[in-house]
């Protein structure tokens, strides 16, 4: 059987066009019950937590600087939809003097836009996901921005922003011939944190199945999307490996009903008396979550339907064709036997072959479970251990890329926690520097911008042009005549 792994585009959405989304709900065990009696296409209200003694779990976000772009630097802030994770930052903006950016910012301070959750695990090394440890990146060719690790359980009123400075990724796994990479990640911020708890990780192991572990997120807590305060639900841990789409559904017929009653299709040609005229859906239609993108027609179907790719606006995105209209659907290699069989033998193939990849984890699913999605991503599986509430995985993606259906997680295990372990002894080098730079003698030392590549120690000795090293102190350490 050829196995899928399913970890395709990231699309995480709890509704149609919002483009920062997150959900987080439930009973969490060693906190308080909230009634089971919603269904999981709710989103399940959740339980705020609030005590200091989490503050390691924080917001991971992005703030924007135009100062420098445009002649922005006249507005207080920013406001636009948010940028989320997985694509590309829109840019935010001008808001009017006085007035409050999206994340509740005032005009003190510039806007901070949460993307995602993260977990300290040392003084100065942030446990988050390889998604939201891409935030980094688009940072250092976008001078106007920078990612920051917030301390606090309310995200959008914290006034303690870190600097992310550098990221580690686990590195990647042997499987089936093939690679798969953990979505798995370490942020090191530009300064150490020596007042707040760090937390501990731990194996998730199959001993553990059947049972409650506790996901914590900056998620939305209701329907009107409230977010940016730190909550907690409970989540049942149902599988460490095996097919996925079973665990959910419990049988074909259910999958595909799941599929046909949302208007999730991938979005083939339609044609009018046999002649294609167009696409299904919008061109950015599409069933995400399903083994990857359907960017091509299933195995054993012939290759006269082009299928656009998964959407990228937080949605499914394409719908079948409205009742009365005038085009069918091309049913290439079926010889016309029926609109829907070539889509049917897709799901079949994606319900009998996508499976979690290593250390991956399902869970949730069940009446009283929480929903996490969206800026939750990143955020810590725990449940206390030996006296100790530790890490178990962090938030990946949800099935189907919708938030009705649990969770998908990655699980620590013996790799990864190695690799954790290793990447939370983390030592700054340019501890006590910052970018403006000191006098070393004659040499100018100062540490590396982020958009200078990774972090170090930039030194030059200004007594090779014959001249004196200058530290100002609020412009960058420079070279000048003696």
């Known amino acids: 059987m050829k196995k899928i792994w399913g970890v395709g585009a990231l699309l995480l959405s709890c509704g149609v066009g919002l483009a920062q989304l997150a959900c987080s709900a439930g009973k969490d065990e060693g906190i308080g019950p909230v009634g089971g009696a919603h269904k999981m296409d709710d989103l399940i209200g959740s339980v705020p937590v609030t ?33 989320s994770v997985g694509g590309s930052a829109s840019a935010p903006v001008p808001a009017r003097a006085g007035s409050t950016g999206t994340a509740g910012s005032t005009s003190s301070q510039s806007p901070f836009y949460p993307q995602c959750t993260g977990t300290l695990i040392s003084k100065n090394s942030v446990l988050t996901s390889r998604s939201c440890a891409q935030l980094f990146e688009q940072t250092q060719y976008y001078g106007y921005s920078s990612l ?9 009123r914290s006034n303690r922003r870190i600097d992310v400075v550098d990221v580690e990724y686990a590195p990647a796994v042997s499987s089936n011939g093939g690679s798969f990479y953990p979505d798995i990640a370490v942020l090191h911020l530009g300064e150490s944190v020596s007042d707040v708890a760090a937390f501990p990780v731990a194996l998730l192991t199959d001993d553990l199945i059947g049972k409650a572990l506790a996901g914590v997120g900056f998620g939305n807590s209701d329907l009107r999307y409230q977010n940016g305060a730190r909550r907690a639900g409970s989540l049942t841990l149902q599988a460490t490996s095996g097919l996925l789409y079973p665990l959910l559904f419990g049988s074909f017929e259910d ?80 010889g016309g036997a029926g609109p829907n069989d070539w889509y049917r033998q897709y799901l079949q193939q994606q319900y009998d072959s996508v499976e979690l990849g290593p250390g991956e984890a399902y869970l949730g699913g ?35 890329g919708s938030c009705d259906k649990g ?33 070393v003698g004659t040499t100018a030392t100062r540490c590396s911008t982020v958009a200078e590549g990774k972090r170090r ?17 609020i412009s960058e350490v420079a070279c000048t005549d003696k």
């Open 255 to 334: 999958f595909y009903q799941y599929a046909l009653s949302n208007g999730y299709y991938p979005g083939p040609y339609y044609a009018v008396d046999g002649v294609a005229t167009g696409t299904a859906g919008s061109a950015a239609g599409g069933f995400p979550g399903i083994g990857g993108s359907p960017s091509v027609p299933p195995e054993g179907i012939g290759g006269a339907i082009p299928i656009p790719s998964a959407g990228t606006g937080g949605s499914f995105g394409g719908s079948p064709p409205s009742a009365g209209s005038a085009g069918i659907l091309v049913t290439a290699g079926f």
């Open 366 to 400: 069940t009446n009283s479970d929480a929903q996490p999605c969206g800026a939750d991503q990143g955020g810590p599986l725990v449940r206390k251990l030996q006296g100790q509430v530790r890490v178990f995985g962090v938030f990946s993606r949800t099935p189907l």
């Open 51 to 83: 005590s200091k003694s989490l503050d390691g779990i924080g917001s991971i976000g992005l703030v924007y600087d135009y100062s420098g772009y445009g002649g922005y630097g006249g507005y207080a802030g920013f406001v636009d939809a948010g940028p």
């Open 407 to 439: 969770g998908v997680y990655a699980g620590i295990d013996t790799a990864t926690q190695a690799f954790i372990d290793e990447a939370a002894q983390w030592v700054d080098p340019c501890a006590g520097f910052t970018g403006y730079g000191k006098c």
């Open 148 to 156: 920051k690790f917030v301390i606090g359980a309310d995200a959008t």
């Open 457 to 473: 120690m930039v030194k030059f000795d200004c007594s090779l042009l014959n001249q004196v090293c200058v530290a100002p102190g």
